[in-house]
């Protein structure tokens, strides 16, 4: 599954006196991706960018990416996408915009590993409460990190993705192994933080931290 280009944050000014979705990036020559929930995204690997992008890391895709018959949408759909669209402004501003000087920036949402290491279509089982299944999950995943490529993969994608600053946002038993990748990738050339909880989480900005 690739990674997309969302939104167009507005950095330039105070934070949004009001909760909306960000506007969505010129699509260009890209095609529009069927089933998407969020209809402006354009594939990363197809999209020519105007703006140095903010890079949101969220970790694999999972049942709502997927059509029933398995066909792969899109990253962070229903709402974990709902959830970046609604608090994504106002996080970066609670944050002086990472540091980064006043301008608009693409916000690109990324999987570090592009398979659905949960299997949900083979067990149809909640992650929720539910130690086995995230057990499942976690082991699939470091499997195709580590031994199928997709961590060289992933870092190679960021060297492309002209990147102003990174947000790692994976669950909490994978987020310190992808943070540490992100962070010698990044070599100290642009900021790097972690957000404290996994967007599918955001329910409310104040209750999300970047460190």
Not at 51 to 65: C, D, G, N
Not at 162 to 182: F, M
Request: proline letters at 7%.
């Amino acid at each position: 599954m690739p990674d997309v280009v969302r939104h167009v944050l507005d950095l330039t000014n105070g934070p949004p006196t009001q909760s909306m979705m960000p506007p969505a990036p010129c699509r260009g020559s890209a095609g529009i991706i069927n089933d998407d929930q969020f209809s402006g995204d354009v594939r990363a690997d197809e999209h020519v960018s105007q703006h140095k992008r903010i890079v949101l890391v969220i970790e694999s895709p999972h049942e709502h990416e997927y059509t029933s018959t398995f066909m792969p949408i899109a990253p962070a759909q229903n709402t974990t996408g709902r959830n970046i669209a609604a608090h994504i402004l106002s996080l970066l501003h609670r944050h002086q915009r990472l540091g980064l000087p006043p301008d608009h920036y693409e916000l690109l949402i990324c999987n570090p590993v592009q398979f659905q290491a949960s299997l949900y279509e083979l067990h149809r089982q909640s992650l929720a409460k539910n130690k086995p299944a995230r057990s499942l999950r976690d082991t699939t995943w470091r499997t195709l990190y580590y031994g199928m490529n997709e961590r060289a993969g992933f870092l190679s994608r960021l060297e492309r993705y002209n990147a102003a600053a990174v947000i790692v946002a994976c669950t909490a038993n994978l987020k310190q192994e992808v943070l540490g990748d992100v962070i010698r990738w990044a070599s100290c050339r642009i900021p790097v933080v972690e957000a404290n909880s996994h967007p599918s989480a955001w329910y409310k900005s104040s209750s999300v931290e970047f460190r």
